[in-house]
């Protein structure tokens, strides 16, 4: 697997925006050195950057490496990405983190931290993604890792912007290393705009980006990961066309269905058949800098002793009972008190109003995930799944769907419907193939294949919204027309000088 390391002498510590600059090399040349600014040990000097290969190396790894960190793998994703749907609720304890429930309520407000973090989180990605993309071009290097690293850079920074774009709108679009003081302060692009940024870039990565790797560098950004999130992108444009083009080179591929849902979340089985992007998390005994992902921390059951988890983003009832009888995705979705996992952990009953239920997919068996130096986070390891080939065939479904192919929609939706019936203690009467071809009744097929095959997978808030049924969905709990997308950190606007506008309705 790839390293996932934090180059430190060009990442610079988080601030507004996530935007970091360089300082000119000609100001860090006129400033004396004297006991009251030390280097600091084990730091590349400034001067010595973009010089080589291994540089490249060094910070196109740092890309990935900030994917799992806390603003873009725990809270403010939970908050932005996953609690505004009806699959999950806080979970935890009502006292703890009361301001998680705004999100699941439509009360938040600009203020609320977790919204800076993940625009922060985001702006950080693409920060990085930028250096890459402006320093890389210069050096004297292998030129097909050269093009193969832009077009990774460009797939992460494609990726940042498209969760931005869905949360908040208009944004600000940096697509190069501020070297100015209106370029660190970027006015707002409209939505058309980010979008055909996004699309550009994955385009531009889809055409250096190989399509698999050498075992050592898996879990870097490949052509399908490219396509894959350009169909999502064209969906979010009811570009439907585009989609069903976008999936079916996917679908040529080579990837397949892993056979055993909940088995395909499990960390023996991260990068496999059916992974066409996660994001790459480790544990490495005494590297606590390596050992930070609490993407399985954050989720994970908070009555198990020694502790494994926090307990946030509970499935909720609602997703439960949206599961057919006899589909078994709803075991390798929700873990719930008081059963017994595949590995063999029984669930305790709850204590102190902890929940009930738990994020099956971001479990580690409760021994492994405890069993980690104090530094670091239990389950750390645990790989983030970001794109995977169901979500490919869903996509296509609902594609060709809207543009009129029910036999390929049909097709498509049976491959995943078929995994699933397979998984079922019953498979010759559980899960019944699909058969409806008129469009409403087969896209409403879709939607509920697709909640529960990607529940809790933070999609599935976005997709109701883009569908056009978020009213429907989410009125009952507050949701109104000016939710489409969150308000823009308060922060944000309030170092802008103006060039931040807030979204309606807040």
């Known amino acids: 697997m790839i390293m996932k390391i934090f180059v430190d002498s060009y990442i610079s510590n988080r601030i507004r925006s996530g935007l970091c600059v360089f300082i000119a090399l000609a100001a860090l040349s006129a400033c004396s050195k004297n006991f009251l600014n030390p280097n600091v040990q084990g730091q590349q000097p400034v001067t010595q950057l973009w010089q080589t290969q291994a540089d490249a190396t060094n910070a196109v790894n740092a890309i990935y490496g900030n994917l799992r960190t806390y603003d873009n793998t725990a809270f403010p994703p939970i908050a932005v990405e996953s609690l505004g749907s009806d699959d999950a609720v806080k979970g935890s304890v009502a006292s703890d983190a009361t301001f998680m429930n705004e999100y699941n309520n439509f009360t ?75 370029e660190v302060n970027p006015t707002q692009s409209t939505p058309a705009q980010v979008w055909a940024a996004i699309e550009n870039d994955l385009d531009s990565a889809a055409a250096v980006l190989p399509q698999s790797y050498a075992a050592t560098d898996v879990g870097r950004a490949t052509l399908g990961a490219a396509l894959s999130l350009h169909a999502k992108v064209c969906l979010y444009q009811s570009k439907f066309t585009d989609a069903v083009t976008y999936t079916s080179k996917v679908m040529t591929l080579g990837y397949a269905l892993f056979p055993n849902f909940e088995q395909l979340f499990r960390i023996p089985n991260e990068n496999c058949s059916e992974s066409i992007f996660e994001i790459q998390c480790n544990y490495v005994a005494g590297n ?19 502790s494994v988890g926090w307990g946030f983003n509970s499935p909720s009832q609602s997703l439960i009972d949206s599961f057919e009888v006899g589909d078994n ?129 933070f999609d599935r808030y976005f997709d109701v919204i883009r569908q056009g049924r978020a009213s429907a969905v989410f009125g009952a709990r507050g949701w109104t027309a000016h939710n489409q997308y969150w308000p823009i950190p308060q922060n944000e606007i309030d170092v802008a000088s103006g060039q931040l506008k807030q979204n309606p309705g807040y």
């Open 108 to 182: 938040v407000t600009a203020t609320e931290g977790q919204l800076d973090g993940f625009w922060i989180g985001q702006y950080q990605n693409i920060n990085l993604c930028n250096q890459v993309i402006d320093n890389i071009p210069a050096i004297q290097m292998d030129a097909s890792l050269k093009a193969r690293y832009i077009g990774e850079a460009k797939f992460v920074r494609a990726y940042s912007y498209f969760r931005l774009e869905r949360a908040f709108g208009n944004i600000p679009l940096v697509l190069t290393v501020p070297k100015t003081a209106d």
């Open 288 to 306: 606590p800098g390596i050992n930070d992902s609490q993407f399985s921390q954050v989720q994970g059951d908070r009555d198990v002793t020694p």
């Open 329 to 457: 995705r709803l075991h390798g979705t929700v873990l719930m008190a008081g059963t017994t996992t595949p590995e063999g952990d029984v669930v305790p009953q709850p204590q102190n109003g902890a929940p009930t239920t738990y994020n099956m997919k971001s479990y580690v068996p409760f021994a492994e995930a405890a069993a980690r130096d104090a530094a670091s986070n239990p389950g750390c390891e645990q790989n983030v799944r970001v794109l995977r080939y169901a979500d490919v065939l869903l996509m296509n479904a609902e594609a060709n769907a809207q543009t009129g192919n029910a036999a390929a929609a049909l097709t498509s939706l049976e491959m995943v419907r078929a995994r699933a019936r397979a998984n079922s203690a019953n498979p010759a009467v559980d899960l019944p193939p699909v058969t409806a071809t008129d469009q409403p009744t087969l896209l409403s097929a879709i939607y509920h294949e697709r909640r529960v095959e990607m529940a809790m997978e």
